[in-house]
């Protein structure tokens, strides 16, 4: 079989480390869930993320992901490599990928494909962050999975299949070392694992590989999975040293108080969720409004701990306090509130708070 060059071969380090811009002492990105709120539509919702992607472009912000989920009516990124197409079609320097695409949903042949013909549209543009979790309820991952390895557990395996099928390095006498994932290019996307305990920061660092810790949804392990991941990692041909992102909840407006009012609606919507009721992202007013008993006052009350927000300075602030204590060496902040407009201008407040729009 002929092996075309990858990325191991040419050195990854540089498409893995991001370059901070403007006054910021680390890189910074965005995660994006194509969010759709009470009153919209999910194409309303993904004519946003287009916009937003271009304004993040614009604002100088280092990488932007879209993350697989599913029965899940407030985000409408269900297939990413279907809107990174689209975004990378509409931008031009911006790093985008998967943050990230659930493996154990998938073939690792399809992926292969999949990130392979991104890789070709946007050469050099394109990153893969693969996760072990469903994105889903059990019901769906069963209907997703029908006919596919058992989920989970069978992770490291599908991952160790997926970069083989990327590379085109099948060892001789395997079932699949005639195959070929189409198309292929002269380099492939950095895979990056996805995580919000050990495992895959364990796995990460065995092989090697960077790493991208869910801080916004599981901050107890922020700290100790990075530690883990920094202690156990084990130089490879892809990194020479560890490289860890965190993905951060962080809402930004004129005033802390125009702040938390933004952010209850997001909080409400994850409330619903866990409760077994997804839908669209409630507005603020119906946050505002919602009768909470002491159960789910409570849930929010903790939920909104983990988010970083106030004006545009607190959230610089409180970013900058945070990449001190988990010594990330990249944030990527997400704001999965109610409306496009709300979400623009925090995303460009904060830009604006370390210089990045010039």
Known sequence: MTTAPTDRNLGDDDRIRGRAAGTAPAPLSILDLATVGTGHTAGEALAATTEL????????????????HHGMPGVASSVPAVLLAHLGAHTSTLRLGSGGVMLPN??????????????????GRIDLGLGR????????????RRGLADGADDFPRQLAELTHFLDGD??????????????????????????????????????????AFA?????????????????????????????????????????????????????????????GRPGPIPTPEEAAAHPYSMVEEDFMESWLANVVLGTP????????????????????????????RNRLESYGMIAEAYGLTG
């Not at 992607?53 to 697989?68: D, K, L, M, T």
């Not at 979790?133 to 997703?144: I, N, S």
């Open 215 to 275: 801080h916004h949804f599981s901050a107890a392990n922020t700290v100790p999975a990075l530690d883990l991941y920094r202690d156990t990692f084990r130089p490879s041909d892809v990194l020479a040293e560890p490289y860890a992102l965190i993905g951060v909840s962080a809402v930004a407006a004129e005033t802390t108080e125009r702040a938390l009012w933004l952010a209850r609606s997001a909080g409400l919507g994850m409330l619903r969720l866990r409760q």
């Open 313 to 340: 300075k607190e959230v610089a602030d409180g970013l900058e306090a945070l990449r001190r204590r988990t010594g990330a060496d990249e944030l990527m902040v997400t704001s999965h509130i109610h409306g496009h």
């Open 133 to 144: 979790a469903p994105g889903t309820d059990q019901a769906t991952a069963r209907a997703l």
């Open 53 to 68: 992607a271009r304004s993040a472009e614009s604002w100088r912000y280092h990488r932007f992901w879209v993350a697989e």
């Open 106 to 123: 998938h073939a690792p042949l399809s992926i292969a494909e999949q990130f392979g013909l991104l890789e070709a549209l946007h050469p």
């Open 170 to 211: 099948f060892p001789e006498g395997h079932p699949y070392a005639r195959l070929e994932a189409v198309p292929r290019s002269n380099s492939r996307p950095p895979i990056w694992l996805l995580g919000s305990s050990g495992f895959s920061a364990q796995l990460s660092a065995g092989l090697g590989l960077p790493f």
